[in-house]
């Protein structure tokens, strides 16, 4: 059936979240976490739609949206099909418009609207195929995946012959990995218990709920106050590491067990990450993250600026001795930083985000590089849509690129789901549940109701909140 691309829209959605210091943290203190969202529709008997987005936090989602709608109208009179046939070769096309390129490249506004855009084409792909986005990409032979990466500028660490290699010799455990993870979920981990902006009540009660719905590595926001910091870790620890508040039946988890090597895994097998958002220079993240040894993290998150590669690199190498390592990635604005971090040994943990990189392509090319290295990817989530984003990222790893989940966990954030209508979900055991429904794609398409009432600045969530003259 042939059919023709036709037209699209796009949507500046922003929910006002700084109302209640949700996503606080020491750099972004104040976010109305927000969607820059696009529909792309095509023409034909049984129209395609595919919908996308990248995520922002409030102030310039507009500009994202212009971003969009300016890429988006390359892609107006073209056969989805022939785009399908080689995403690799359509993300080179996307991604190289000789005047856009300018205002990048591959950077900044014009990337994360790239982003939103390659995402929208990939949930009509998957639809297309009425298949959840994950399984679309693990059910691709080796050549088929590998003719969907974004490769430019990333051969000298790793070609596509070495890629085709590694996918190939994963392919025969694919299908008893996907059994393994439908069954069990994809480990998760849980950030909402440790905003900045939380007093150590809330911390506390956040932390005793999640201890209790089975989550087994949590992660504070540190940075403003180290005195602060150390109490609030100490709280946060005195729970996770005490049996009493384990789900019923549970023992924990051994902290000598293999999986948990080298994260400071406590006497439940609990394991604590912090996160400071990019808010020191390097000599002192180096100090500051020393002085808060006693709370024992597995890792630093965003230590120092998202481009300093070789300052990760040094804080990564000070800390070694004191047994906590570097994670990276959301604000890593393509696989050539990634490419760079991984081979100045700057990370201990791949932080990948699904619409800062340009979409799924970008991402595959990351995931396959950080497998290559031999660095576990935990994507980074939260904010808006990205939950139900990284799952499909996640799978992809495991059953296709790295074959392991033992020692990677996904960030959750219990924020927004609802807005979604097909929101990713968390069982018994703390663990992502794999998405199933044929009709779901990429899992990003939002209710029409949500878009009507977060829309700004016309929705009536925001005329309401202009009239009462409190937003
Ligand atoms: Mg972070």
């Known amino acids: 059936m042939s059919r023709t691309i036709t037209h699209f829209e796009t949507h500046d959605v922003r929910f006002p979240t700084s109302l209640s210091g949700d996503g606080t943290d020491a750099m972004n203190t104040d976010c109305d976490y927000s969607s820059a969202y696009v529909s792309i529709h095509t023409d034909g008997e049984s129209p395609l739609v595919g919908h996308g987005m990248t995520f922002t936090i409030g102030r310039g989602n507009e500009i994202v949206c212009q971003a969009i709608a300016t890429l988006a109208t390359r892609l107006i009179g073209r056969d989805p099909e022939e785009l399908f046939k080689s995403m690799g070769k359509t993300w080179d096309w996307m991604s190289s418009d000789p005047q856009l390129r300018w205002i990048g ?51 000298d660490a790793i070609t596509r012959e070495e890629a085709l290699a590694m996918l190939k010799a994963k392919e025969a455990g694919k ?3 996907e059994t393994t993870v439908r069954e069990l979920g994809y480990p998760a981990y849980v950030t909402s218990a440790g905003w900045l902006g939380y007093s150590d009540e809330k911390v506390a009660r956040l932390t005793r709920e999640a201890v209790a719905a089975g989550f087994n590595h949590f992660k ?9 910091d150390v109490r ?37 097998g609990a394991v604590l990450m912090i996160d400071a958002n990019q808010v020191w220079d390097v000599p002192q993240a180096i100090e500051y993250v020393k002085s808060l040894e ?31 390592g570097v994670a990276t990635g959301e604000h890593a604005h393509n696989r050539m930083v990634f490419k760079q971090l991984l081979q100045a040994e700057a990370i201990d943990v791949c932080q990948i985000d699904s619409c800062r990189l340009a979409g799924v392509s970008e991402v595959l090319s990351v995931l396959l590089m950080a497998a290559k290295f031999g660095v576990p990817v935990c994507p980074h989530a939260g904010g808006v849509g990205l939950c139900e984003y990284v799952i499909h990222l ?16 996904l960030e959750f954030v219990d924020h927004l789901h609802e807005h979604f209508l097909y929101p990713c979900s968390i069982n018994s055991k703390g663990r992502y549940n794999v998405p199933l429904n044929s009709a779901e794609g990429y899992s990003i398409e939002m209710h029409e109701q949500s878009i009507a009432e977060y829309e700004w600045p016309h929705g009536s969530y925001w005329m309401k909140a202009k009239a009462q003259g409190s937003k």
């Not at 709280?235 to 400071?264: A, F, W």
């Not at 006693?294 to 004191?322: C, N, Q, S, Y």
């Not at 996640?394 to 966990?409: H, P, Q």
Request: hydrophobic share 40%; glycine share 8%.
């Open 175 to 177: 299908e008893e990995r």
């Open 294 to 324: 006693a709370i024992k993290p597995w890792f630093i998150e965003e230590p120092t600026a998202p481009d300093d590669i070789l300052g990760h690199a040094a804080i990564r190498k000070a800390l070694k001795p004191h047994g906590i």
């Open 394 to 409: 996640s799978l992809i790893d495991y059953i296709a690129v790295s074959g392991t989940m033992e020692r990677n966990v």
């Open 105 to 155: 490249p591959e950077k900044g506004v014009i990337h994360i609207a790239a982003g939103a855009v390659n995402n929208a084409l990939w949930d009509m792909f998957a639809r297309s195929r009425g298949k959840p986005l994950w399984k679309l990409v693990a059910d691709m032979t080796p050549e088929e995946l590998v003719d969907a990466t974004a490769f430019r500028y990333i051969t």
């Open 220 to 228: 504070m926001k540190v940075g403003a106050d180290p005195v602060s």
């Open 232 to 268: 609030r870790g100490l709280i946060i620890r005195s729970i996770i590491d005490d049996p009493q508040y384990l789900p019923p039946g549970s023992k924990g988890r051994d902290p000598n067990s293999p999986e948990l090597k080298g994260k400071n895994a406590g006497p439940t």
